[in-house]
């Protein structure tokens, strides 16, 4: 595993930006370049690709996936979605992005992605996604709900970090930090999920609400300890309440 992009070898970026190979690390994959992944996965797009380096990865990897929409269409999705290369299948969100204007539809194309086994997917499907729920804020919200109920922690987790008050990489969620409350229809089904992915968000989501509000999560977090006396909610609100006095 690389500690840092030095200390990935050409042969290995080579690798990666001909989309032959799944990244393994968060190093790998910051290093690839859209340019070369493009040309060989989707070469009609790399005339569209509008290539600002100094972007972020995600940003980048947006723009990459504006390019495939507008050259391929949406016919071949499919292929995208489940493409050896992570970083492509990272494409195909932004890809989902621009091919309806319906957030239900947009979620249910994303699921297969929400779901994907390479951390990198996972997190690239909440934030293509983060700026249309943030837009469309009770209904993103409502539709979650069935998500927290899923059999699969990806999908329970992806509820809750895709709806976190304070931004990651992404937009902060001003409604939600002014309101956390409104958050509780997802976090309350999940205070002693069994799944540490998903103890994780609730933590961090709830880590987030306490720069506003730590009243209001030391109350919830009580309330929790006392109706739920479990290891999961006690982990949870460990990590929930660390930068609480």
Request: hydrophobic content about 40%; proline content about 6%.
């Amino acid at each position: 595993m690389a500690r840092s992009t030095s200390g990935i070898t050409p042969e290995r970026r080579a690798l990666l930006e001909s989309g032959q190979d799944e990244s393994r690390d968060l190093m790998e994959g910051l290093v690839i370049r859209m340019e070369p992944l493009l040309t060989a996965v989707a070469p009609a797009a790399v005339a569209h690709y509008d290539a600002q380096p100094e972007l972020g990865f995600t940003k980048r990897l947006a723009l990459a996936g504006s390019a495939i929409a507008a050259t391929c269409g949406h016919d071949q999705d499919a292929v995208w979605m489940h493409h050896p290369s992570d970083t492509v299948r990272g494409m195909s969100a932004f890809v989902c992005l621009e091919s309806t204007d319906d957030l239900a539809t947009l979620l249910d194309l994303l699921t297969p992605l929400a779901t994907d086994s390479h951390f990198g997917v996972r997190e690239w499907a909440w934030l293509a996604a983060r700026d249309r729920l943030i837009a469309e804020d009770q209904i993103a919200l409502d539709l979650f709900v069935p998500w927290t109920k899923s059999a699969d922690p990806n999908l329970r987790r992806f509820a809750i970090e895709a709806t976190r008050p304070c931004g990651v990489w992404c937009a902060n969620w001003r409604s939600l930090r002014a309101e956390p409350e409104r958050g509780m229809p997802l976090l309350e089904p999940l205070r002693a999920d069994e799944s540490k992915y998903v103890q994780l968000s609730v933590a961090n989501w709830l880590n987030d609400a306490s720069k506003d509000h730590p009243e209001w999560v030391v109350g919830v977090t009580t309330r929790w300890l006392s109706e739920s006396p479990c290891p999961a909610t006690e982990a949870i609100v460990k990590r929930a309440t660390r930068n609480l006095g």
